[in-house]
């Protein structure tokens, strides 16, 4: 598995941190629309400290699940910019090999 990680088309880590992020930030929201449903069940039904005590574990998990989802993002970041990288390079490698004379005078 290890092994795989070095054969990685720069293409491939591109795409999969594109769509990683657009899922981190679907999520984001998702968990974003989960808290403002229990603030409303709180002020609408589940009053007193039974609805306190549901919103503060749901708040709890929001502020856990976005610290996750920070790590994730950075790390999906740092895989794009890799592949970003290496495409970089082997374009400035490509260039600099074609505009090298090799010609015998």
Do not use: C, W
């Not at 070095?6 to 984001?28: F, G, H, T, W």
């Amino acid at each position: 598995m290890a092994d795989a990680a070095y054969q990685a088309d720069p293409e491939v880590l591109m795409q999969v941190s594109d769509q990683l992020i657009n899922e981190i930030e679907d999520y984001r929201a998702s968990s974003d629309r989960m808290v403002a449903k229990t603030e409303e069940l709180v002020s609408h039904g589940l009053v007193g400290d039974t609805g306190l005590a549901l919103l503060a574990k749901v708040e709890e998990l929001h502020t856990a699940q976005f610290k996750f989802l920070d790590e994730v993002e950075r790390v999906s970041h740092g895989v794009g910019d890799m592949g970003r990288a290496h495409t970089e390079q082997e374009e400035m490698s490509q260039q600099a090999a074609h505009g090298i004379d090799v010609s015998l005078h």
